[in-house]
């Protein structure tokens, strides 16, 4: 497999675990109000989307600044999913009961490290700053 084919994949591993993110976030509007009351929107996790959103698409442009910030927010998320592991009751108030929402984040964490990993793997990618 070429390179660009594989920074190819990286990148839609990124984009898959956007969208996966966009659900967690309609998933935590419902959860918060079974109706989608605009007036229970979600505030943070809209914002954390737009955020992973414009990090995403500058990466995808190639921006160098930008895998950085990536790889730091994903590094964060990740000790930040370990530390939730480690207080079940942490994991209840945040991911919701059933488990869906860990399993969604989950997912979401397992693509970005991939993405990345895969992105970062191929100097020849963005080469732009």
Do not use: C
Request: glycine letters at 12%; hydrophobic letters at 65%.
């Amino acid at each position: 497999m070429a390179r660009h084919n594989r920074a190819g994949i990286g990148v839609n591993l990124l984009w898959v675990a956007l969208v996966l993110d966009g659900v967690a976030t309609v998933l935590a509007w419902h959860r918060v109000s079974p109706g989608f009351a605009l007036a229970r929107l979600p505030i943070l996790a809209v914002v954390g989307f737009v955020i992973w959103w414009f990090i995403t698409a500058e990466v995808v442009a190639g921006r160098a600044w930008a895998r950085v910030v990536y790889l730091l927010l994903t590094m964060l998320e990740v000790l930040t999913v370990v530390g939730i592991s480690w207080m079940p009751a942490l994991a209840d108030v945040v991911l919701g009961p059933g488990g869906f929402g860990g399993l969604l984040a989950a997912t979401k964490l397992v693509l970005q490290v991939a993405g990345i990993g895969i992105i970062l793997a191929n100097p020849a990618f963005g080469t732009r700053t």
